[in-house]
T-cell receptor, first 113, second 113 residues
Framework: EAGVAQSPRYKIIEKRQSVAFWCNPI?????LYWYQQILGQGPKLLIQ????????DSQLPKDRFSAERLKGVDSTLKIQPAKLEDSAVYLC???????????FGPGTRLTVL | AQSVAQPEDQVNVAEGNPLTVKCTYS??????LFWYVQYPNRGLQFLLK??????LVKGSYGFEAEFNKSQTSFHLKKPSALVSDSALYFC???????????FGTGTRLKVLA
């Protein structure tokens, strides 16, 4: 079974630039999550999708972050414009349901200069 | 509000000794509880979960966790630690009805040879 795919693995940008991350969950997984993990901290939930609908985006900075999951499969997370404090690893995870174990992708390490 | 706490930033234990990594939670209703591990430069991996039933849950790599409803705790344990267990451990909780998967801040386990 293929795992959760994410790209790119690394990205370096300057502040005020825009960036997009892509995630392809495990086939058949209805729930998809985007987390932000700052070095030394636990993953912080940014947005959670159930199929192609948003379940929770209460911690997503909507003035600069956006996410979509068209057709209920893969997902894109965008930051525009980026700030220095956005430097983090962005993790995508999926699960069959929201009460089951999460399968994490390798993450995208973002550095904002 | 739903939350999870890991009171220890780091736990040191000698190889061969038992280990405990603490986790407490605050949710309404009966929670779903999870432990994940993050090895250096690798993604988060599922260790074990508690949904219902026996309070002692067994998981991967010889780990187990004990659910204590009265103390709202879900401590991770292993009878005999290995150096290879050294990693970052995260506790997570899902409250019924909210569908939000919330992680603790993590505990770094260091097993000394």
């Amino acid at each position: 079974e293929a795992g959760v795919a994410q790209s790119p693995r690394y990205k370096i940008i300057e502040k005020r630039q825009s960036v997009a991350f892509w995630c392809n969950p495990i086939s058949g997984h209805a729930t998809l999550y985007w987390y932000q993990q700052i070095l030394g901290q636990g993953p912080k939930l940014l947005i959670q999708f159930q199929n192609n609908g948003v379940v929770d985006d209460s911690q997503l900075p909507k003035d600069r972050f956006s996410a979509e999951r068209l057709k209920g499969v893969d997902s894109t997370l965008k930051i525009q414009p980026a700030k220095l404090e956005d430097s983090a690893v962005y993790l995508c995870a999926s699960s069959i349901t929201n009460r089951e174990m999460l399968f994490f992708g390798p993450g995208t390490r973002l550095t904002v200069l | 509000a739903q939350s999870v706490a890991q009171p220890e930033d780091q736990v040191n234990v000698a190889e061969g000794n038992p280990l405990t990594v603490k986790c407490t939670y605050s949710v309404s209703g009966n929670p779903y509880l999870f432990w994940y591990v993050q090895y250096p430069n690798r993604g988060l991996q599922f260790l074990l979960k508690y949904i219902t039933g026996d309070n002692l849950v067994k998981g991967s790599y010889g780990f187990e966790a004990e659910f204590n409803k009265s103390q709202t705790s879900f401590h991770l344990k292993k009878p005999s630690a290995l150096v290879s267990d050294s990693a970052l451990y995260f506790c997570a909780v899902v409250a019924p009805g909210t569908y939000k998967y919330i992680f603790g801040t993590g505990t770094r386990l260091k097993v000394l040879a």
